[in-house]
C-alpha cells in the first residue's frame, strides 16, 4: 500500500479574490461534471481530475483551511464559528476557483452539492457550503447552503430578477454526522436531496437562466467580512451541467 496523501493546513493563495476577467458573459456549450474529493494532500493543487478549474484558498484574519482524514481520504475543514464582538475581524477562509463561463448553466439542468459535516456550534445565520454567483443584483446564482440556527440546509437559485427560489426541508444536518447534500434543477423545479433522498422541492420557470461571471466558491462567498462563512468540514464537492440522470421523484402516497 502506498503512503496515504498528507493532510495540514493550505496555504492561502491571497486574501482577496484577482480581478474578474473581463469579457461577455457565456453559458456551458454541453455537458460539464466537475468533482473534488480533496485527497490528493497538502502538496498538490486542488483540482479537477480532468485537470482543470484548480480552486485556490484565500482567507483574511489569519483564517486558514486544514485537511483533515475523512473515510480514508481527505475533507477541507474550516475555521471555526467566530464569536468576535465585532465580524470584520472573525478569521475567514474559502475556497475559489478561477472565471469559467463553462460553469454557467444557463437553462440547462444542474446538479451541484457536497458532502458536509457539522455541529450546531458550527452554525450561523448564514454558511454557505458552494455557490456560483449572487442571488441580488441581477448577477443570478447557484447556491448550496446550511442557514438559520436550526441546521436547515438548503438549496438556492435566481435569475436575474428579484425572485430567489429556495428549496429547504425541515430538517436538522448539523449533527454531528456526515450528510450528502444535493441540489438538482431541471427545466421547473429545484430538488433538495440529502443522504440521497428527497427532501424538498419548489416550481421554478423553465426560462430561468444561470449566467455570471463569478468563479466556483466554496465555503463562503469570499472571503472579505459578511461572506456567509462556514464553519465544520466539507468532502466531495461536484457540479454537473446536462447530466443524464432522471429527476428525483417524490415517494407514492399509500
Same mark, same amino acid.
Given at each position: 500500500?502506498?503512503?496515504?496523501?498528507?493532510?495540514?493546513?493550505?496555504?492561502?493563495?491571497?486574501?482577496?479574490? =484577482?480581478?474578474?476577467? *473581463?469579457?461577455?458573459?457565456? &453559458?456551458? @456549450?454541453?455537458?460539464?461534471?466537475?468533482? !473534488?474529493?480533496?485527497? @490528493?494532500?497538502?502538496?498538490?493543487?486542488? &483540482?479537477? =481530475?480532468?485537470?482543470?478549474?484548480?480552486?485556490?484558498? /484565500? @482567507?483574511?484574519?489569519?483564517?486558514? /483551511?486544514?485537511?483533515?482524514?475523512?473515510? %480514508?481520504?481527505?475533507?477541507?475543514? !474550516?475555521?471555526?464559528?467566530?464569536? /468576535?464582538?465585532?465580524?470584520?475581524?472573525?478569521?475567514?477562509? &474559502? /475556497?475559489? %476557483? =478561477?472565471?469559467?463561463? +463553462?460553469?454557467?448553466?444557463? $437553462?440547462?439542468?444542474?446538479? !451541484?452539492?457536497?458532502?458536509?459535516?457539522?455541529?450546531?456550534?458550527?452554525?450561523?445565520? %448564514?454558511?454557505?457550503?458552494?455557490?456560483?454567483?449572487?442571488?441580488?443584483?441581477?448577477?443570478?446564482?447557484?447556491?448550496?447552503?446550511?442557514?438559520? $440556527?436550526?441546521?436547515?440546509?438548503?438549496?438556492?437559485?435566481?435569475?436575474?430578477? *428579484?425572485?430567489? !427560489?429556495? +428549496?429547504?426541508?425541515?430538517?436538522?444536518?448539523?449533527?454531528?454526522?456526515?450528510?450528502?447534500?444535493?441540489?438538482?434543477?431541471?427545466?421547473?423545479?429545484?430538488?433538495?436531496?440529502?443522504?440521497? +433522498?428527497?427532501? +424538498?422541492?419548489?416550481?421554478?420557470?423553465?426560462?430561468?437562466?444561470? #449566467?455570471?461571471?463569478?468563479?466556483?466558491?466554496? @465555503?463562503?462567498?469570499?472571503?472579505? =467580512?459578511?461572506?456567509?462563512?462556514? *464553519?465544520? #468540514?466539507?468532502?466531495?464537492?461536484?457540479?454537473? &451541467? *446536462?447530466?443524464?440522470?432522471?429527476?428525483?421523484?417524490?415517494?407514492?402516497?399509500?
Amino acid at each position: 500500500m502506498g503512503t496515504p496523501p498528507s493532510g495540514g493546513v493550505l496555504a492561502n493563495a491571497g486574501t482577496t479574490s =484577482p480581478p474578474t476577467v *473581463a469579457g461577455r458573459v457565456q &453559458i456551458a @456549450g454541453g455537458p460539464l461534471t466537475l468533482r !473534488y474529493n480533496f485527497d @490528493g494532500g497538502v502538496r498538490r493543487p486542488i &483540482i479537477d =481530475p480532468n485537470g482543470r478549474y484548480q480552486l485556490r484558498p /484565500l @482567507g483574511q484574519n489569519g483564517g486558514r /483551511l486544514r485537511l483533515v482524514p475523512q473515510n %480514508g481520504g481527505l475533507a477541507v475543514a !474550516y475555521p471555526e464559528r467566530c464569536h /468576535l464582538a465585532r465580524e470584520r475581524d472573525c478569521p475567514r477562509a &474559502i /475556497l475559489e %476557483g =478561477p472565471r469559467d463561463d +463553462a460553469l454557467n448553466p444557463g $437553462r440547462r439542468p444542474v446538479r !451541484y452539492g457536497a458532502s458536509v459535516l457539522m455541529t450546531h456550534a458550527d452554525l450561523a445565520d %448564514g454558511a454557505n457550503v458552494l455557490q456560483k454567483g449572487y442571488s441580488v443584483g441581477g448577477v443570478s446564482q447557484f447556491k448550496l447552503q446550511v442557514d438559520h $440556527r436550526q441546521g436547515r440546509p438548503s438549496c438556492v437559485i435566481a435569475g436575474q430578477r *428579484a425572485t430567489i !427560489y429556495r +428549496a429547504e426541508p425541515a430538517m436538522d444536518v448539523a449533527d454531528g454526522r456526515w450528510h450528502a447534500l444535493e441540489c438538482r434543477r431541471t427545466p421547473n423545479r429545484l430538488f433538495m436531496l440529502v443522504d440521497g +433522498a428527497l427532501r +424538498a422541492w419548489v416550481p421554478v420557470p423553465p426560462m430561468l437562466s444561470i #449566467a455570471n461571471a463569478e468563479p466556483l466558491r466554496v @465555503g463562503g462567498k469570499g472571503a472579505a =467580512p459578511g461572506n456567509d462563512q462556514f *464553519a465544520g #468540514a466539507i468532502d466531495n464537492v461536484f457540479v454537473s &451541467i *446536462a447530466g443524464e440522470r432522471p429527476s428525483p421523484r417524490p415517494a407514492p402516497t399509500r
